[in-house]
């Protein structure tokens, strides 16, 4: 392995100082190592909210890894612009002989990295990258010959089957934290600076940062065995809620395979198979990058969808006169989370019941929620949408109220978000609009007044969903 007398190890959606692949192989390889992060403005510029609680989220969790890494003997330059300039200019002016970083595995990601890797050689600075954000990743577990999965259960078989304690070690960065380097003096840009503004993402119950992803790991676990049980009744304190920080690596995904894979129990199984679908759709965007904006399946990359914008802003508004899908939407536009049933409810929705294009509903998500994942976000609607690998059949459409009475029977969850229904019966609660007007009025709720109807019959919009599918599958 190549020594190097310095190097810069490039911060992005790993945050945190433990467990940290690029981090120790740069320290295990350089007699001092720097550490860096950009807030790009390529990604920064596009969002279209200046109170964005993923931006907050970032910068809290830089301003704790900041501190961390002070700690540790080292300090973090935080810089400002775009990633494919300010790389390789810290590069040049620490003067380090390599530029070390954890693998991306999105294509405008992917073409980024590619450039800075040109820039960086230009200049004669090596740039490595490291395996860090999943357990197995691009080639490593295919099939028999030598082909990507395209369906989810062989590949959980052969993924199980190839797993050892080996690929679940973690990466001991404390064992060369004397090779860390005291950057030079540097300001941490504020909130301000960076053109955004404070949310409510502490309010919300969701921590930022390594500690934050601690305290939340922490009381999951004392709860992980009964996963399998709770974790489809959004009423209930059954996941774990550590999405956001998966996305932004504020903890280890190794360190959270390893939990389920020792407690090995029932609920331990399930949580492990979530993180395994995880590992699946980033090897599915790294085989086929196209389904960004296409369809996995050809056969549907040619729906008939009516996609009528009325209905659209309904769903977005929460305004469909469906107890759940209203509770879902106000639970993603007032908290940037959504419960990961109600996202595969309220997708199918939006594209069986609506008939919408599902990229339409996927831009949504992208938009508001915290943990958006590209890779897990495209593979999510997808699936719903039965335009993707292993996706459910086109024929399977989610009954709204059938999905309510069974996940949220006392409509607890809907109760929450939907206050204008709490004084209904929970026989009613899931389709108000049974209730007669004497009964709507001991509610305390007027269906087409103070809760809208129906906007669609879901027996009619069904039948119209199979009806565009099978015109794709004919087409």
């Given at each position: 392995?190549?020594?190097?007398?310095?190097?810069?190890?490039?911060?992005?959606?790993?945050?945190?100082?433990?467990?940290?692949?690029?981090?120790?192989?740069?320290?295990?390889?350089?007699?001092?190592?720097?550490?860096?992060?950009?807030?790009?403005?390529?990604?920064?510029?596009?969002?279209?909210?200046?109170?964005?609680?993923?931006?907050?989220?970032?910068?809290?969790?830089?301003?704790?890894?900041?501190?961390?890494?002070?700690?540790?003997?080292?300090?973090?330059?935080?810089?400002?612009?775009?990633?494919?300039?300010?790389?390789?200019?810290?590069?040049?002016?620490?003067?380090?002989?390599?530029?070390?970083?954890?693998?991306?595995?999105?294509?405008?990601?992917?073409?980024?990295?590619?450039?800075?890797?040109?820039?960086?050689r230009e200049s004669g600075t090596a740039f490595l990258t490291c395996k860090?954000?999943?357990?197995?990743?691009?080639?490593?577990?295919?099939?028999?010959?030598?082909?990507?999965?395209?369906?989810?259960?062989?590949?959980?078989?052969?993924?199980?089957?190839?797993?050892?304690?080996?690929?679940?070690?973690?990466?001991?960065?404390?064992?060369?934290?004397?090779?860390?380097?005291?950057?030079?003096?540097?300001?941490?840009?504020?909130?301000?600076?960076?053109?955004?503004?404070?949310?409510?993402?502490?309010?919300?119950?969701?921590?930022?940062?390594?500690?934050?992803?601690?305290?939340?790991?922490?009381?999951?676990?004392?709860?992980?065995?009964?996963?399998?049980?709770?974790?489809?009744?959004?009423?209930?304190?059954?996941?774990?809620?550590?999405?956001?920080?998966?996305?932004?690596?504020?903890?280890?995904?190794?360190?959270?395979?390893?939990?389920?894979?020792?407690?090995?129990?029932?609920?331990?199984?399930?949580?492990?198979?979530?993180?395994?679908?995880?590992?699946?759709?980033?090897?599915?965007?790294?085989?086929?990058?196209?389904?960004?904006?296409?369809?996995?399946?050809?056969?549907?990359?040619?729906?008939?969808?009516?996609?009528?914008?009325?209905?659209?802003?309904?769903?977005?508004?929460?305004?469909?006169?469906?107890?759940?899908?209203?509770?879902?939407?106000?639970?993603?536009?007032?908290?940037?989370?959504?419960?990961?049933?109600?996202?595969?409810?309220?997708?199918?929705?939006?594209?069986?019941?609506?008939?919408?294009?599902?990229?339409?509903?996927?831009?949504?998500?992208?938009?508001?929620?915290?943990?958006?994942?590209?890779?897990?976000?495209?593979?999510?609607?997808?699936?719903?949408?039965?335009?993707?690998?292993?996706?459910?059949?086109?024929?399977?459409?989610?009954?709204?109220?059938?999905?309510?009475?069974?996940?949220?029977?006392?409509?607890?969850?809907?109760?929450?978000?939907?206050?204008?229904?709490?004084?209904?019966?929970?026989?009613?609660?899931?389709?108000?609009?049974?209730?007669?007007?004497?009964?709507?009025?001991?509610?305390?709720?007027?269906?087409?007044?103070?809760?809208?109807?129906?906007?669609?019959?879901?027996?009619?919009?069904?039948?119209?969903?199979?009806?565009?599918?099978?015109?794709?599958?004919?087409?």
């Amino acid at each position: 392995m190549t020594q190097y007398d310095s190097a810069l190890v490039w911060l992005r959606r790993d945050l945190r100082a433990h467990d940290h692949a690029a981090l120790y192989t740069a320290l295990k390889t350089s007699r001092r190592v720097f550490c860096g992060f950009v807030f790009d403005t390529e990604i920064l510029d596009k969002l279209p909210a200046r109170n964005d609680r993923r931006v907050e989220f970032i910068w809290r969790s830089i301003v704790e890894l900041r501190q961390v890494l002070e700690g540790l003997g080292g300090g973090l330059i935080v810089r400002h612009g775009r990633a494919c300039d300010e790389i390789p200019r810290l590069a040049a002016q620490l003067k380090v002989e390599a530029v070390f970083a954890n693998h991306d595995y999105e294509p405008a990601m992917v073409a980024r990295d590619r450039h800075v890797e040109r820039m960086l050689r230009e200049s004669g600075t090596a740039f490595l990258t490291c395996k860090d954000q999943v357990i197995f990743e691009k080639d490593e577990v295919l099939t028999r010959s030598g082909r990507p999965f395209a369906v989810f259960t062989p590949y959980k078989k052969t993924w199980l089957g190839k797993l050892e304690p080996f690929f679940l070690r973690p990466y001991p960065v404390e064992k060369y934290r004397q090779r860390l380097a005291w950057p030079p003096a540097a300001t941490l840009p504020t909130l301000a600076e960076l053109g955004f503004e404070k949310t409510n993402l502490l309010e919300l119950g969701l921590p930022p940062g390594m500690s934050g992803a601690r305290k939340l790991f922490g009381e999951f676990k004392a709860r992980m065995a009964l996963y399998h049980e709770r974790r489809d009744f959004p009423a209930l304190a059954g996941t774990s809620r550590l999405s956001v920080h998966l996305r932004f690596g504020t903890i280890s995904v190794r360190e959270l395979a390893r939990a389920a894979y020792i407690e090995a129990g029932r609920g331990a199984q399930a949580w492990l198979n979530e993180l395994i679908w995880r590992d699946f759709y980033f090897m599915i965007l790294h085989h086929y990058p196209q389904v960004v904006t296409q369809a996995f399946r050809p056969e549907y990359g040619a729906l008939q969808f009516p996609n009528d914008k009325k209905l659209f802003a309904a769903w977005c508004g929460a305004r469909t006169g469906y107890p759940l899908i209203d509770a879902a939407m106000r639970q993603i536009n007032q908290t940037g989370y959504m419960h990961n049933r109600l996202r595969m409810v309220a997708a199918s929705f939006l594209v069986k019941d609506l008939h919408i294009d599902w990229r339409w509903g996927e831009r949504y998500f992208a938009r508001h929620l915290n943990d958006f994942d590209l890779a897990a976000n495209n593979g999510g609607w997808q699936w719903a949408a039965s335009t993707g690998c292993d996706a459910q059949p086109y024929f399977r459409i989610f009954n709204p109220v059938t999905q309510s009475q069974k996940f949220d029977p006392r409509g607890e969850f809907i109760r929450k978000y939907v206050p204008e229904l709490a004084g209904c019966d929970d026989k009613f609660i899931h389709a108000p609009w049974l209730m007669t007007l004497e009964q709507q009025k001991k509610a305390g709720v007027t269906i087409g007044k103070d809760y809208p109807a129906p906007i669609v019959d879901h027996a009619a919009a069904r039948r119209r969903a199979l009806a565009i599918y099978r015109g794709a599958k004919k087409g």
